[in-house]
């Protein structure tokens, strides 16, 4: 064998959801990767339609600044607090690589989003996964470094990454719950990814406001689901100016223009529409619990998502089997084949529509 296969670098990627060619047109119901069923806000396609495409001869703001300024007005935070990304995939990429470069292991559930395991073993980062409790709730205790005894030894961690709510279970742990675990370890890094934050129903949820209080914490959030934005891949990053100082130093020495123009403009474009935002979010919000409800009838169990996805395991059916017989209808959802949640289904919250067809297929499945 050629001595350069041996020089390629050995890697097991993660497994996106399909995306299949039609999506969009005629029957197919795709509920598989949690994108919103509702378009952008009109100001997005006002933006895009009044686009100056002389603009693009000239390589993008390096410091995303049309983005970052709306960013900053809609936290009340300085723009220097900021890191935006092309998608909150790149921009927890940019943060392993940043963060995460110590000998210790990193530490994230053993059920959460998958890609957090690809990056660690891109970045040659350690890591140890922890296990969820019976009931698919991170264990703080297990995230909080032991001292040992006559104070000499501490057991500590080379990072933390946390999806709040936590993927594909869409189960949320309190604001107390992340202060708890970004405040006892002050010698770590913590990332929340907040991908699903605006669909939680509880008050005063996300981990922003924190990052103002702690050095160590960097909150993650995306336009791709609340926003109706995952075609733009925009995604950004909130901490101290230290954090975000080195966030930058590693992506400029990788990419220096890695958000285009356009995305900084029709994001900033979909800032600037908060009521849309809103609305939107109460109608995914208001299906969701219309179709968990639905489900529970048909028999499912559901864990109690705060996300824009249900996840949900029938007593008496194979998941697999249910995915199966739902692709025949041409409605597509998630199924993840890892030990504890082989039985479970990520059904994405569609349209009111989309979601009685589901319903209503899945109940003929059962009785079939
Ligand atoms: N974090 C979580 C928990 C997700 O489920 C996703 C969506 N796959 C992402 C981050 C990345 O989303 P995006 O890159 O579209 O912002």
């Known amino acids: 064998m050629a001595g350069w296969r041996e020089n390629i670098r ?11 060619k039609q999506a969009g047109q005629g029957r197919l119901i795709k509920l598989n990767t949690n994108e919103n069923p509702y378009p952008p806000t009109p100001e997005v396609a006002e933006c895009l339609k009044k686009m100056d495409t002389e603009a693009f001869r000239l390589y993008p703001n390096t410091d995303a600044a049309p983005i970052v300024e709306e960013l900053a007005k809609r936290f009340g935070l300085p723009q220097e607090c900021f890191f935006v990304g092309v998608g909150s995939d790149d921009v927890l990429a940019a943060a392993f690589q940043t963060f995460f470069s110590g000998t210790k292991p990193v530490l994230f559930p053993d059920i959460t989003y998958s890609f957090y395991e690809v990056w660690a073993g891109l970045y040659r980062v350690p890591y140890r996964k922890l296990p969820l409790d019976g009931q698919f709730r991170i264990r703080a205790e297990d995230y909080i470094p032991v001292k040992r005894e006559k104070g000499l030894k501490k057991d500590g961690n080379g990072g933390i ?31 929340v990814d907040e991908a699903y934050i605006d669909f939680v129903t509880m008050p005063k949820a996300s981990a922003i406001f924190l990052t103002q209080k ?9 336009f791709s689901k609340s926003r109706s934005m995952a075609g733009m891949r925009i995604g ?21 223009y890695t958000m285009n123009l356009p995305a900084q403009l029709l994001g900033a474009a979909s ?44 007593p ?29 289904l990520r ?22």
């Open 316 to 344: 008496a059916a194979k998941a697999e089997d249910l995915l199966a017989e739902l692709r025949k209808e041409d409605i597509i959802v998630r199924h993840f084949g890892a030990d504890r949640i082989r039985n479970y």
């Open 214 to 222: 702690y050095e160590n914490l960097l909150v993650v959030q995306t």
């Open 10 to 20: 050995k890697v097991t990627p993660y497994v996106p959801g399909e995306q299949p």
């Open 271 to 314: 800032l600037r529409a908060e009521e849309y935002f809103k609305e939107t979010i109460a109608k995914v919000i208001a299906t969701r619990e219309r179709s968990r409800a639905r489900l529970e009838e048909l028999g499912f169990s559901c864990t109690d998502s705060q996300a824009n996805f249900l996840f949900v395991t029938h």
């Open 347 to 368: 059904i994405t919250v569609g349209t009111d529509e989309e979601m009685e067809r589901l319903v209503a297929c899945l109940g003929e499945i059962l009785r079939n």
């Open 236 to 256: 950004y990053a909130v901490g101290q100016p230290e954090l975000i100082a080195a966030l930058n130093a590693v992506k400029f020495s990788w990419n220096s």
């Open 161 to 191: 990454v946390l999806a709040n709510p936590n993927a594909p279970t869409g189960i949320f742990e309190p604001l107390s719950f992340v202060e708890q675990i970004v405040s006892q370890n002050p010698d770590s890094v913590v990332i």
